[in-house]
């Protein structure tokens, strides 16, 4: 049988799990169950106003993608204000709380589940959070900073299992106790209002566009985790009208280590090496002149040229 195939997208995912839920299923699995089962309701009920999908549910714990950042992030603090209201009838030692990763990143689609980077990114961060807390990626925090009705705290950089840089990871500071919203309009297909620059790359369906475009999504997720303003610099000589340009720009004026991360390098070649792309592999010699992987690239590149 011809095996399922594979859709590899960008996407805001959310990963929540509930704190403690060993420890309360210990004390009363009877009462825990029920629990678990009214706050998923409200939970699930978000999600699907927030316009999210539901991929994963594995006893306590649930992911969610989401094609806005915007939208993600609001639906989890108001999960989180809803948990709070909901656990004020319960007993301190029968309330259910949960923590909530957000991240932004490439996933693979298959058989009705997700996959990769992105996804281990956001449950790892969920990890990190506080007790009915919310913890996000500095991607998402770029985007939210001035949209949004909290702040973020910087908690520093993380290294993250079987993720080959460390990630710079902030806190969420917002009301926990006030009002949810439950209210989201639907996603205009052609407005960009609502979107952050990297969905915008995604809503538009002219085709002669799409390998540009991924191009340019490839060539940003390799620098924007980056301290070295010299990265941003680079996106800027390649891309001066790019989507991320007015970013990338905020990040030279703001300095940085200037100490580049080997890590990058390696993530954004082994993108490069699954796409087998011209353009991606010209990317990677542009921005890695001296780099590790030049000599592969440029075959791989020459042969790429020679089959088209």
Same mark, same amino acid.
């Given at each position: 049988?011809?095996?399922?195939?594979?859709?590899?997208?960008?996407?805001?995912?959310?990963?929540?799990?509930?704190?403690?839920?060993?420890?309360?299923?210990?004390?009363?699995?009877?009462?825990?169950?029920?629990?678990?089962?009214?706050?998923?309701?409200?939970?699930?009920?978000?999600?699907?106003?927030?316009? =999210? +999908?539901?991929?994963?549910?594995?006893?306590?714990?649930?992911?969610?993608?989401? !094609?806005?950042?915007?939208?993600?992030?609001?639906?989890?603090?108001?999960?989180?204000?809803? *948990?709070?209201?909901?656990?004020?009838?319960?007993?301190?030692?029968?309330? *259910? %709380? #949960?923590?909530?990763?957000? %991240?932004?990143?490439?996933?693979?689609?298959?058989?009705?589940?997700? $996959? =990769?980077?992105?996804?281990?990114?956001?449950?790892?961060?969920?990890?990190?959070?506080?007790?009915?807390?919310?913890?996000?990626?500095?991607?998402?925090?770029?985007?939210?900073?001035?949209?949004?009705?909290?702040?973020?705290?910087? *908690?520093?950089?993380?290294?993250?299992?079987?993720?080959?840089?460390?990630?710079?990871? #902030?806190?969420?500071? #917002?009301?926990?106790? =006030?009002?949810?919203?439950? %209210?989201?309009?639907?996603?205009?297909?052609?407005?960009?209002?609502? $979107?952050?620059?990297?969905?915008?790359? #995604?809503? +538009?369906?002219?085709?002669? %566009?799409?390998?540009?475009?991924?191009?340019?999504?490839?060539?940003?997720?390799?620098?924007?985790?980056?301290?070295?303003?010299?990265?941003?610099?680079?996106?800027?000589?390649? $891309? !001066?009208?790019?989507?991320?340009?007015?970013?990338?720009?905020?990040?030279?004026?703001?300095?940085?280590?200037?100490? !580049?991360?080997?890590?990058?390098?390696?993530?954004?070649?082994?993108?490069?090496?699954?796409? =087998?792309?011209?353009? *991606?592999?010209?990317?990677?010699?542009?921005?890695?002149?001296?780099?590790?992987?030049?000599?592969?690239?440029?075959?791989?590149?020459?042969?790429? +040229?020679?089959?088209?």
């Amino acid at each position: 049988m011809e095996a399922p195939p594979l859709e590899r997208k960008l996407a805001a995912i959310l990963a929540a799990d509930v704190e403690g839920y060993s420890r309360l299923m210990n004390a009363d699995e009877e009462q825990t169950l029920a629990t678990l089962t009214s706050h998923r309701a409200v939970v699930d009920g978000l999600i699907e106003k927030a316009h =999210g +999908q539901i991929f994963g549910t594995a006893g306590d714990s649930v992911l969610a993608e989401f !094609p806005s950042i915007l939208h993600a992030f609001n639906c989890a603090v108001a999960i989180q204000q809803a *948990m709070w209201r909901a656990n004020q009838d319960l007993a301190d030692d029968r309330k *259910m %709380n #949960f923590r909530i990763g957000i %991240n932004i990143g490439d996933v693979l689609v298959k058989d009705g589940d997700i $996959f =990769g980077d992105g996804v281990n990114i956001a449950a790892r961060l969920e990890s990190l959070a506080d007790v009915g807390g919310i913890c996000v990626t500095r991607g998402v925090r770029d985007h939210l900073r001035d949209r949004v009705d909290a702040t973020f705290d910087d *908690m520093g950089e993380h290294r993250i299992k079987n993720i080959a840089r460390p990630l710079r990871i #902030f806190r969420v500071i #917002f009301d926990r106790q =006030g009002e949810p919203s439950f %209210n989201w309009e639907p996603l205009p297909p052609e407005t960009p209002e609502g $979107f952050s620059s990297v969905e915008q790359a #995604f809503s +538009q369906d002219n085709d002669s %566009n799409d390998e540009a475009r991924s191009v340019e999504i490839a060539f940003w997720a390799s620098v924007q985790e980056s301290d070295d303003p010299a990265e941003y610099l680079l996106y800027l000589q390649r $891309f !001066p009208n790019g989507q991320f340009a007015e970013l990338a720009s905020a990040r030279v004026e703001q300095g940085g280590s200037g100490e !580049p991360d080997p890590g990058i390098e390696v993530s954004f070649w082994e993108t490069v090496r699954d796409s =087998g792309n011209a353009e *991606m592999i010209k990317a990677y010699l542009t921005k890695y002149p001296r780099g590790q992987f030049i000599d592969l690239a440029k075959i791989m590149l020459a042969e790429t +040229q020679r089959n088209s």
